[in-house]
């Protein structure tokens, strides 16, 4: 699957994240949970977790797109700690709108707890996406 976040991505790639699937409709990203991943308290650090949400967020908005999408705004909610890995992002499309897209994303940890949940909204721009 060749995917504009996965080539061009460098913090996806740094945290170590792999795109399972990505379209329109639904990403699945995950990301192991090593010590460089964690808080000062053994959890998964919360901007680790963010960051999930977002690339899984990403892939499915630009997916098959020639121009990008970027964010508008996303709100989450961290629901329990993340204590084993790996840790999996789904976003799901919510609206798929001419210019706003909406997506809720889960993300679970390694014994399928959701850990955290999110929604965002990103904006089609009319700049082309690096191939």
């Given amino acids: 699957m060749e995917n504009y976040v996965a080539k061009h991505d460098k913090l996806m790639r740094h945290l170590q994240m792999t795109i399972e ?5 639904y990403a699945k990203v995950s ?13 998964a650090h919360g901007g680790a977790i963010f960051s999930l949400a977002d690339v899984a967020f990403g892939a499915a908005a630009n997916a098959g797109r020639e121009t990008g999408v970027v964010s508008l705004s996303t709100t989450i909610e ?16 919510v609206r798929d709108g001419q210019h706003v897209q ?3 994303v889960q993300v ?11 929604m965002a909204a990103g904006f089609l721009t009319d700049v082309p996406l690096p191939r």
């Fill in 21 to 25: 699937s990505a379209g329109r409709d």
């Fill in 31 to 43: 990301m192991p949970l090593t010590e460089n991943h964690k808080n000062g308290m053994g959890v």
């Fill in 78 to 93: 961290f629901l329990r700690p993340g204590k084993t890995g790996p840790l999996t992002a789904e976003a799901r499309v």
């Fill in 102 to 104: 909406s997506y809720d």
């Fill in 108 to 118: 679970f940890d390694g014994s399928g707890a959701l850990i955290a949940r999110t």
